[in-house]
C-alpha cells in the first residue's frame, strides 16, 4: 500500500503561483512513477503531469507545459507541482497518483490516489 497526502491548494488570482506537495509513505520504494491529475467541475479527470522516480524523466500535458514543474525529492518521498502564471481554467481538484508499474508512465494506469486538493484560480 502507498500513502498519499497532498497539500498546498488554495485561493490564488490569475497570473499567480502556487506549489502543491504530495508526500508518500508506506510500500514508496514499489513507485515506478508519480503524477498530478486534475479535475475541474462537470469535467472528466485529466492528466497534468508525471515524473519517474529512477530517474527523474518527467511528462507533461500540453495545456500546462512551460506553466508547471513536477519534481521530486527521494529522501523525502515527496513530489511537488510548482504552477506558475495560473489561469482560470486551472482551477479544479487536484490529485497525486502512485503507479506500480510501466503502464502508469506508458498508459496513465496509477495503483493509488490522494484525496485531492482543491485550487480556485479567480480573476
Known amino acids: 500500500q502507498v500513502q498519499l497526502v497532498e497539500s498546498g491548494g488554495g485561493l490564488v488570482q490569475a497570473g499567480g503561483s502556487l506549489r502543491l506537495s504530495c508526500a508518500a509513505s508506506?510500500?514508496?520504494?514499489?513507485?515506478?512513477?508519480m503524477a498530478w491529475f486534475r479535475q475541474a467541475p462537470g469535467k472528466e479527470r485529466e492528466f497534468v503531469a508525471a515524473?519517474?522516480?529512477?530517474?527523474?524523466?518527467?511528462n507533461y500535458a500540453d495545456s500546462v507545459k512551460g506553466r508547471f514543474t513536477i519534481s521530486r525529492d527521494n529522501i523525502k518521498n515527496t513530489v511537488y507541482l510548482q504552477m506558475d502564471s495560473l489561469k482560470l481554467e486551472d482551477t479544479a481538484v487536484y490529485y497525486c497518483?502512485?503507479?506500480?508499474?510501466?503502464?502508469?508512465?506508458?498508459?496513465?494506469?496509477?495503483?493509488?490516489w490522494g484525496q485531492g486538493t482543491q485550487v480556485t484560480v479567480s480573476s
Open positions: 497518483a502512485a503507479g506500480l508499474s510501466r503502464n502508469s508512465w506508458y498508459y496513465n494506469e496509477y495503483d493509488y
Open positions: 515524473i519517474r522516480w529512477s530517474d527523474g524523466n518527467t
Open positions: 508506506g510500500r514508496t520504494a514499489s513507485s515506478y512513477a
